[in-house]
């Protein structure tokens, strides 16, 4: 059967998401655990593969197995082999011709900035510190051009290997409560750094160095120099993934 997991995890401790040779991951982990629990060798497909550094509360992964422990008891038994710091939330069986990254889905992330004069340390794994002042106002109006089917070449990485730039973005809200400033954005995918780079650039537009209107331009430019800087990886969580049937 194939079973898909619901994965949260502090990614402080990690090399990201995928297996690499110079470090410790997230895949790793989990084909370890799942393979003792199961008896059996365990591959694990990731729905993001997030970065070095970056959290989720709900990342989607699936694997093909032949226990016959029911797919729901999986995440009961294998938190109990898990480090602290990842935990899975739910578990369940899918059909066979599911795959986390190739399904329709909605995929929803948050960049959070802590906005004040000295750093907490509490907040220090899980969001930017940023200690200017940053004008919330201008970063929401810069967050609404943003909003849409858009080409964002722009606001992805030099390193993304895709056959399109382009990507709709359902909303994207920028709030901020006790000097923590959060950034949440929901679209259809999402390209290499592409959540970090809008952070970064909607900090810049926050500092005045960029004005709010001046996204359309970097959006019609399809020129990465054009965006502000990618914000630190451990100020990003995914929040979650919706799948849905295409009507079609």
């Known amino acids: ?14 090399c990201g998401w995928q ?25 694990v497909t990731g729905a993001s593969r997030t970065d070095a550094g970056v959290h989720s509360m709900g990342n989607v ?13 999986i995440s009961f038994a294998l938190n109990q082999r898990l480090p602290e710091d990842i935990v899975v939330q739910d578990s369940c ?6 795959h986390p990254r190739f399904s329709n889905s909605i995929k929803t992330y948050e960049y959070r900035i802590l906005n004040r004069r000295f750093a907490l340390p509490l907040e220090r794994n899980t969001s930017y510190f940023y200690h200017y002042p940053l004008d919330v106002k201008k970063m929401q109006q810069a967050a609404s051009y943003l909003v ?5 070449t722009s606001f992805s990485s030099v390193h993304a290997q895709t ?5 709709t973005i359902y909303s994207l809200d920028v709030s901020k409560g006790n000097d923590m400033i959060s950034i949440r954005v929901t679209g259809n995918g ?59």
């Open 61 to 73: 992964a699936v694997f093909d197995t032949n226990t016959r422990m029911p797919a729901e008891k």
């Open 190 to 248: 999402f390209l290499y750094n592409m959540v970090r780079i809008i952070a970064g650039t909607l900090v810049q537009v926050g500092a005045g160095m960029i004005e709010p209107e001046r996204i359309e331009e970097i959006l019609e430019g399809k020129d990465r120099a054009l965006a502000g800087p990618t914000a630190p990886a451990h100020g990003l969580t995914m929040i979650g993934i919706e799948y849905y049937h295409d009507r079609n």
């Open 1 to 14: 059967m194939r079973v898909k997991l619901v994965v949260a995890y502090e990614g402080t401790n990690y």
């Open 163 to 167: 056959n399109t730039f382009v990507r």
């Open 93 to 98: 069986e899918v059909s066979k011709d599911f």
């Open 19 to 43: 297996i690499q040779p110079n470090g410790i991951t997230i895949e790793e982990v989990l084909n370890e655990n799942l393979s003792q629990l199961l008896g059996e060798d365990i591959k």
């Open 148 to 152: 849409g089917e858009h080409d964002f």
